[in-house]
């Protein structure tokens, strides 16, 4: 069974600062491209990154570049997403998923973020 059990969030004002994890199993992590995705109350899903299986090749959606870091242990069979620079426009449940870009997939268990003064 695909699990996919993100960790992490939190509230934290603007300008702070997050880590999330999320800890995968039952596939093969390390051949899997994967990404973050985010959904805000009321809105649809918004891809915000991707990272490639050997996690030197990654993607941010514009309105994270610049503030967000995404990275991989295969070893952990772990996916990170840090945040820095928080605006309260960040704020939403963010997932894990399989798949890379607009070709995310099998999101799984997700952590809220609340940005807010």
């Known amino acids: 069974e695909v699990q996919l059990q993100a960790s992490g969030g939190g509230w934290v004002q603007p300008g702070g600062s997050l880590r999330l994890s999320c800890a995968a199993s039952?596939?093969?992590?390390?051949?899997?491209?994967m990404s973050w995705v985010r959904q805000a109350p009321g809105k649809e899903p918004e891809w915000v990154s991707s990272i490639n299986t050997g996690g030197y090749g990654t993607l941010y959606a514009t309105s994270v570049k610049g503030r967000f870091t995404i990275s991989r242990d295969n070893a952990k069979n772990t996916l990170y997403l840090q945040m820095d620079s928080l605006k309260p426009e960040d704020t939403a449940v963010y997932y894990c998923?399989?798949?890379?870009?607009?070709?995310?997939?099998?999101r799984g268990q997700g952590t809220q973020v609340t940005v807010s003064s």
């Open positions: 998923a399989k798949g890379g870009g607009s070709s995310w997939y099998g």
């Open positions: 039952g596939f093969t992590f390390s051949s899997t491209i």
